[in-house]
């Protein structure tokens, strides 16, 4: 049996999933849909689950519980749980709790090459950022709003915490640029180029 796949957010959604009772991926998409699951995990799209479905099959952790046909839809395999994937499920649930790791994500790498941009470009982009934030913010309250009535906070907690990451991010975008605006955050271009061009020498260099 090929080794356990490395711990992913697709893998645990499925494991966490099957964790309720046996699913078919159609029945799994709709749940992941209907819990808001797809604004933190990217399985939305039929293609990446079941990927991630034969990864986990193929490694032992979820197994084929048996197949359904009926006259309105196609057949479907419906998926289970074993043994070894409810604990493997917990082991991954624990540590990426527990875990901090860098992500990697998209906005950090181009930030960290803004100096290529001059203030008044950066902070035109970085307003239209700013734009889009307060929205999906305003999203998130409104998520949040419809649904503390009727789910449980803990049900709520990733949007809790997504609401709470997107705030912060509005109030550094609008210091940043009020410093663009004041000059306090400001740089020369063509010295910005000659200093990576000295540092690309040296490093080049035997």
């Given amino acids: 049996m ?18 309720a009772g046996p699913l078919h991926p159609y029945g799994m998409q709709r ?15 039929r293609a990446n689950l079941y990927k991630t479905i034969k990864r986990l099959h193929e490694a032992g952790l979820i197994a084929v519980r048996q197949t359904e046909r009926t006259q309105q839809y196609p057949e479907r395999t419906v998926y289970e749980l074993t043994e070894e994937g409810r604990r493997t499920g917990l082991i991954w649930l624990h540590d990426m709790l527990a875990t901090p790791r860098n992500e990697y994500p998209v906005f950090p ?16 982009v ?3 950022r700013l734009a889009a934030v307060h929205a999906r913010l305003a999203e998130l309250d409104s998520q949040l709003q419809d649904y503390r009535e009727t789910v449980p906070r803990i049900a709520l907690i990733e949007t809790e915490y997504q609401r709470a990451v997107t705030d912060a991010e509005t109030r550094w975008l609008s210091s940043v640029i009020d410093d663009l605006n004041s000059g306090t955050l400001s740089w ?19």
């Fill in 2 to 19: 090929p080794p356990a796949p490395r711990p992913s957010p697709s893998g645990l959604t499925v494991l966490c999933l099957l964790g």
């Fill in 31 to 45: 749940l992941i849909k209907g819990w808001g699951k797809d604004q933190v995990v990217n399985i939305g799209q």
């Fill in 109 to 124: 790498v181009a930030l960290s090459f803004a100096m290529g941009l001059d203030p008044e470009e950066l902070k035109d």
């Fill in 126 to 128: 970085l307003s239209q």
């Fill in 188 to 206: 020369d271009q063509d010295q910005i180029a000659a200093q990576a061009a000295e540092t690309f020498f040296q490093a080049a260099s035997p």
